[in-house]
Nanobody, 125 residues
Framework: QVQLVESGGGSVQAGGSLRLSCAAS????????MAWFRQAPGREREGVAS???????TYADSVKGRFTISAGNHKNTLYLQMNSLKPDDTAAYYC???????????????????WGQGTQVTVSS
């Protein structure tokens, strides 16, 4: 059974940085698409960034130039480096992944079968 576990969340002041990690277990094959989503209180979950098996990345406009998604050397590990954090970045951040041939760049929830439990990021002003 595939499981995704996020870590690295926490509280930081505006302008600070955090690095999120996602570790997968139970996967026999490499994911074709891995992504980060986030959900703030009272808001819908939104795509933050994705990376496909070729290493191509996509970012939401709100995080471009501040966040960097990357895949680890170990199979099926994922990172999100978050710099210049803003209070609007406060949310629960979720790691998501899939083995199917999906349109990773669209950052859609339906293209991700496997989800982590989330890690909280809180940015204070």
């Amino acid at each position: 059974q595939v499981q995704l576990v996020e870590s690295g969340g926490g509280s930081v002041q505006a302008g600070g940085s955090l690095r999120l990690s996602c570790a997968a277990s139970g996967a026999t094959y490499s994911f074709t698409c891995m992504a980060w989503f986030r959900q703030a209180p009272g808001r819908e979950r939104e795509g933050v960034a994705s990376i496909d098996s070729d290493g191509s990345t996509t970012y939401a406009d709100s995080v471009k130039g501040r966040f960097t998604i990357s895949a680890g050397n170990h199979k099926n590990t994922l990172y999100l480096q978050m710099n210049s954090l803003k209070p609007d970045d406060t949310a629960a951040y979720y790691c998501a992944a899939d083995f199917r041939d999906v349109w990773c760049e669209r950052l859609r929830e339906i293209d991700h079968t496997y989800w982590g439990q989330g890690t909280q990021v809180t940015v204070s002003s």
